[in-house]
């Protein structure tokens, strides 16, 4: 959402790139561009005059002048402020004391109520709470339908006594939801409530007469993050009609240029709480001012990935994993290498866990053409190997090759991909677990298995200096190994897929050591 504002903001900070010391006039120039990049991003007159007085008032002071790199104290500056604009501290929800938590959910037609209503649902219960959806959108067709659908989804219970479309009390069905609560012992109550196309006294209404009737300890204002700068003024018109606490911003994964979410907290003086980002009802989230200016200054949100991760990921399968690449548990095989990418895939789209790292904002092109479908295809390519072959790739020859690539639909070019890949990868990552730095990467004297390190470089060294195979002296023994090196090169030339490291396959075959549960594979 935005993209084009980070854009902006990061070409600003480049010119300020390599100055010892900055002048009036890269202040006045900086505090141009970084206006000119907020009011592009649709955010509220008000609201960028007062930034951009902040970011030049704090800029001319000490903090930069006296500062070693003066463009690096100016991004933290902007990152200060931007902050500050989205509501400085993260504002968590009340919980009432006695009784059920009732939350109302209000806001406009198409802003996505029904919907957040389910991931609000679903993030309370993965928090041991125990909530109750409540259908008091009665007007629009199927909407009672939608929110039973999601309930089913997200294993939460739905009160919806009246069919809608049109028929029935809000009120009344809100005020009922209240005791069918109490009397099932939920702890959480969340009404979902009717919008308009456009703020009318009916809407007003309506909502604050479901508001007296049930006493929420919360309202949230849901706002449609894409609709720009109506987004405030229908955030203020609901503020001045009926009240709320806090705002829940949807559709953040949109392509809108995200004015509304930078405006809307400055002008109402309501923060937002919560963020909507997918369409999944697992995308939702706690809405954390200081993560979201570090995506839009393009430092990733590096917090919220981890966050992620230690939701998704296996913590023993994790263990497991290291173990063998730092050669305590065994080789690291393509199983592993499958549950690893198994439990990768838990955590979401690649492109927008690519997108939480630093500086992918300069990627944003490549990230957005990524096939997520290229996760599949390898998993098919694996998944088309025999235990033996998953176990010890060395085995997979031609033939082999051939059999996995008709079996998973793909082409032979791409299970040599992903073989050679999977070797050069975990490589990499054994050299790294054993603290032998990346390999590649100039050895230091007295490294072993780093290039030019230690013994074994002296050996490599040494072996270069060849200048091609030796020859035997006797007439009878070279012809031997002459005929054995034609053997060797006819059974090269023999595998389409080539066998640079001269490996005797039916030899690696017949000495393969199988995993010690294999025997089961056998009978």
Not at 118 to 142: H, S
Not at 313 to 337: I, P
Not at 393 to 399: A, C, E, H, L, N
């Amino acid at each position: 959402m935005f993209a084009t504002l980070s854009d902006r903001l990061a070409d600003t900070f480049k010119n300020l790139r390599g100055k010892g010391r900055l002048s009036e006039a890269d202040i006045d120039a900086t505090a141009r561009e970084i206006r000119i990049a907020l009011l592009e991003a649709d955010v509220a007159l008000p609201v960028v005059k007062d930034f951009v007085a902040a970011v030049k008032e704090r800029a001319r002071a000490d903090e930069v002048s006296q500062a070693l790199n003066p463009a690096q104290q100016i991004i933290k500056i902007v990152h200060d402020e931007l902050v500050e604009i989205l509501g400085g501290e993260t504002r968590r929800l009340r919980f009432a004391k006695s009784g059920p938590t009732v939350i109302m959910l209000a806001g406009l037609q198409g802003a996505g109520k029904t919907t957040l209503a389910a991931k609000l649902a679903l993030w309370l219960k993965d928090q041991g709470k125990a909530p109750l959806l409540v259908a008091c959108d009665l007007q629009r067709p199927n909407a009672v339908k939608q929110l039973q659908v999601n309930g089913e989804r997200v294993g939460v219970p739905v009160f919806a006594p009246e069919p809608g479309n049109g028929v029935g009390d809000p009120v009344a069905v809100a005020r009922a939801a209240i005791e069918e609560a109490r009397r099932k012992l939920h702890d959480i109550v969340i009404v979902d409530t009717a919008g308009r196309l456009g703020v009318d006294a009916e809407l007003m209404q309506q909502a604050s007469d479901i508001r007296d009737a049930v006493q929420p300890d919360e309202v949230l204002f849901v706002v449609d993050a894409m609709i720009g700068q109506d987004a405030v003024v229908t955030a203020q018109a609901f503020l001045d009609g009926v009240g709320y606490d806090g705002v829940v911003l949807t559709k953040l994964d949109g392509d809108a240029r995200g004015g509304a979410a930078l405006s809307i907290r400055q002008v109402t003086g309501r923060p937002v709480m919560f963020a909507s980002s997918g369409e999944k009802l697992t995308d939702f989230d706690v809405f954390y001012p200081d993560r979201m200016a570090s995506r839009i200054l393009d430092m990733g949100d590096v917090l919220t990935l981890i966050e992620q991760a230690e939701k998704a990921f296996d913590q023993e399968e994790a263990m497991k994993a290291a173990a063998k690449l730092s050669g305590q548990g065994g080789e690291f095989t393509l199983d592993d290498f499958l549950s690893q990418m198994q439990q990768v895939r838990k955590l979401g789209s690649m492109s927008k866990i690519l997108g939480m790292l630093p500086g992918m904002g300069q990627m944003r092109e490549q990230l957005e053409n990524f096939d997520e479908r290229e996760i599949d295809r390898i998993q098919g390519v694996i998944h088309s190997m025999t235990p033996a072959e998953r176990a010890n790739p060395k085995i997979i020859d031609g033939s082999r090759r051939a059999r996995i690539a008709k079996g998973s639909g793909r082409q032979v070019s791409d299970v040599n991909q992903l073989v050679d890949r999977f070797f050069e990868a975990r490589k990499m990552m054994m050299q790294m677990a054993r603290g032998g730095g990346i390999p590649g990467m100039p050895g230091m004297p007295g490294m072993p298995g780093m290039a030019g390190g230690g013994k074994r470089g002296k050996a490599k060294q040494q072996v270069k200096k060849g200048k091609g195979a030796k020859r035997s002296g006797n007439p009878a023994r070279a012809a031997q190994e002459a005929a054995a090196a034609k053997q060797k090169a006819d059974a090269a030339a023999a595998n389409p897929f080539g066998n640079p490291e001269g490996i005797d396959y039916e030899t690696a075959a017949a000495n393969l050591e199988l995993p010690q549960d294999f025997s089961k594979f056998l009978k």
